[in-house]
């Protein structure tokens, strides 16, 4: 009981003071509230449903989720930029899981920096999600990992190439 306590007063405090904050800047949150449920007859969930999900859903044949999520947008009128996520996920599958499954602040100069801290879902390279079921060299099969990351936001020209050259780089641990 005490969970759906939480989840509510949650759900209540992002409603009602998120959008005062982000008001002030006419920068809103986007917000996100998803609902899944699959029931089957085997013992387990199709490989296909909980592919490149980042863990989201359970193996179990029968269950639910509710994902809540906001998720600041990035301001491209100002140089020095902070954006925040955060998306809580409720699975019911016989032993409710209550966890932060994104949970990150970024802070960013252009696209010349960006320093980054937390849980975040992210695909590398130029794979199409949508179209792909999956890459080679990386996994979305699994929950966000912590992780401190610092690099640049974008591709940033080099200097003294005039434009012919860019680079894109970070370092994570």
């Given at each position: 009981m005490s969970r759906f306590l939480l989840f509510g007063a949650l759900t209540m405090w992002l409603w009602l003071v998120c959008p005062s904050f982000a008001a002030a800047t006419d920068n809103m949150p986007d917000i996100q509230l998803d609902f899944h449920a699959h029931a089957g007859s085997g013992e387990n969930t199709p490989f296909w449903l909980k592919a490149n999900e980042f863990g989201k859903y359970d193996l179990e044949n029968s269950a639910g989720l509710l994902s809540l999520g906001v998720f600041s947008r990035k301001d491209t009128s100002v140089t020095w930029d902070v954006n925040y996520g955060v998306e809580l996920i409720n699975r019911y599958d016989g032993n409710q899981k209550f966890w932060y499954h994104q949970l990150f602040v970024e802070l960013s100069y252009d696209q010349?920096?960006?320093?980054?801290?937390?849980?975040?879902?992210?695909?590398?390279?130029?794979?199409?999600?949508?179209?792909?079921?999956?890459?080679?060299?990386w996994s979305a099969n699994a929950r966000p990992m912590p992780k401190l990351d610092f690099g640049t936001a974008g591709f940033v020209e080099v200097p003294y190439t005039g434009g012919l050259f860019e680079m894109k780089g970070s370092m994570a641990h």
């Open positions: 010349y920096l960006r320093v980054r801290a937390g849980w975040w879902e992210e695909t590398l390279g130029n794979e199409n999600t949508a179209l792909s079921s999956g890459s080679i060299i």
